[in-house]
């Protein structure tokens, strides 16, 4: 630009008016072309970035980025093309894979966008794969509603399913906590004893006087253990034996089919301060019971227990704490020594 002014400048005194001034008009002519045409070569060659920016955040799953990247491109060629359009239809349909649509506008896109490119560059040279893809698109485009009423008939369809299904996974939950506070509320229920010997006897469902039919429907924790059938036999006995190292029931002794025994682990656990508090809580209880019982403490076996003997209701109840438990023992009175 510079040296055509130049030129200019320093031809003008030897030329006519009138060929100066048409001289002039075709500099400007010339310059205008050439100003244009470095502005498009600018303009496309930053369109071309954009559609590598476009490639880039299609292969890292961004389809977002990739259709700004592309409308950019479209926006400063002031056209589409082949490339342009493929990526477009591409990104779109990994849009709709990866979400489902929220309206029908993304899938119409889809469906025109294809339709476009598969009746203008079905003769494009080179392009067979590209065109291959987009008609697997147009394909599979089959699955979606095919108008915007049925789409938002089977979205408030969805809509009706999802809102079941999450009052129903609501309701697992809140079986589930109910679950677990009762779980809770029953593993702490035998950490204290009650206040009276006829409220011990329902705190582990024990009563006198039942056959075995009769208690074990009377205690479903015992049945359990029944139908187990580990049984044993020692003298007139017979045992029903549960598993020692778990709490719970562990025995019921009969004699002729007449419950006179029942064992209770009241808890097993390592941890030797958690079951000391509930035998001291217990212990509290059988010296209310019968005052002045003595304590069997042994410091070898590291064991303590209590004794006592209510003869008025003809029953017998030890208390136990060692070898990682507590257990509660409750014996007929009348059945001893037969």
Same mark, same amino acid.
């Given at each position: 630009?510079?040296l055509? @002014?130049?030129?200019?400048?320093?031809?003008?005194?030897?030329l006519?008016?009138?060929?100066?001034?048409?001289?002039?008009?075709r500099?400007?002519f010339?310059? @205008?072309?050439?100003?244009l045409s470095y #502005? #498009?070569? #600018?303009?496309?060659l930053?369109a071309?970035l954009?559609y590598?920016?476009a490639e880039?955040a299609?292969?890292?799953?961004d389809?977002?980025?990739t259709i700004?990247?592309?409308?950019d491109?479209e926006?400063?060629?002031?056209?589409?093309?082949?490339?342009i359009l493929?990526l477009?239809?591409?990104a779109?349909?990994?849009?709709?894979?990866s979400?489902p649509p929220?309206?029908f506008?993304g899938i119409?896109?889809?469906?025109?966008f #294809?339709t476009?490119?598969?009746a203008k560059?079905e003769?494009l040279?080179?392009?067979?794969?590209?065109?291959?893809?987009i008609?697997?698109?147009?394909?599979?485009?089959?699955?979606y509603?095919?108008?915007?009423?049925?789409f938002?008939?089977?979205?408030?369809?969805k809509?009706?399913?999802?809102v079941?299904?999450?009052?129903r996974?609501?309701?697992?939950?809140?079986?589930?906590?109910?679950?677990r506070?009762?779980?809770k509320l029953?593993e702490?229920?035998?950490?204290?004893?009650?206040e009276?010997?006829?409220g011990?006897?329902?705190?582990?469902?024990?009563?006198?006087g039942?056959t075995?039919?009769? @208690?074990?429907t009377?205690?479903?924790?015992?049945?359990?253990?029944?139908?187990?059938?580990?049984?044993?036999?020692?003298?007139k006995?017979?045992?029903?034996?549960?598993?020692y190292n778990?709490?719970?029931?562990?025995?019921?002794?009969?004699i002729?089919?007449?419950?006179?025994?029942?064992k209770?682990?009241?808890a097993y656990?390592?941890d030797a301060l958690?079951l000391?508090?509930?035998?001291?809580?217990?212990?509290d209880?059988?010296?209310?019971?019968k005052?002045g019982?003595t304590?069997?403490?042994?410091?070898?076996?590291?064991?303590r227990s209590?004794t006592?003997?209510l003869q008025n209701e003809?029953? @017998?109840?030890?208390l136990f704490?060692g070898?990682?438990e507590?257990?509660i023992?409750?014996t007929?009175?009348?059945?001893?020594g037969?």
């Open positions: 630009m510079a055509q @002014f130049l030129f200019f400048c320093y031809f003008w005194d030897s006519k008016p009138p060929l100066a001034l048409f001289n002039m008009k500099l400007l010339v310059f @205008f072309i050439l100003l #502005s #498009s070569f #600018s303009q496309s930053v071309k954009k590598e920016d880039t299609y292969q890292q799953g389809y977002v980025t700004s990247k592309l409308n491109a926006t400063l060629l002031k056209s589409s093309n082949p490339r493929y477009r239809i591409m779109l349909y990994k849009q709709l894979e979400e929220q309206d506008i119409e896109k889809v469906r025109q #294809s476009q490119y598969l560059y003769t040279p080179n392009n067979e794969d590209k065109f291959r893809d008609y697997k698109v147009s394909e599979a485009m089959n699955k509603p095919a108008t915007a009423e049925e938002f008939k089977i979205a408030g369809e809509a009706v399913e999802k079941k299904e999450m009052e996974l609501a309701n697992l939950r809140r079986a589930e906590e109910e679950r506070i009762a779980a029953e702490e229920r035998l950490d204290k004893p009650a009276t010997l006829q011990l006897f329902e705190q582990f469902k024990f009563k006198l039942l075995l039919e009769e @208690f074990t009377y205690n479903p924790e015992a049945k359990d253990m029944v139908n187990l059938k580990k049984t044993s036999k020692i003298k006995r017979n045992y029903w034996d549960g598993e778990k709490k719970g029931a562990y025995q019921i002794s009969t002729d089919n007449k419950v006179i025994g029942y209770y682990i009241i656990s390592k958690y000391e508090n509930i035998y001291n809580s217990y212990k209880l059988f010296f209310k019971l005052p019982v304590e069997d403490i042994s410091e070898k076996y590291k064991t209590l006592i003997i003809n029953i @017998f109840i030890r704490y070898y990682d507590v257990e023992d409750f007929d009175y009348s059945s001893i037969k």
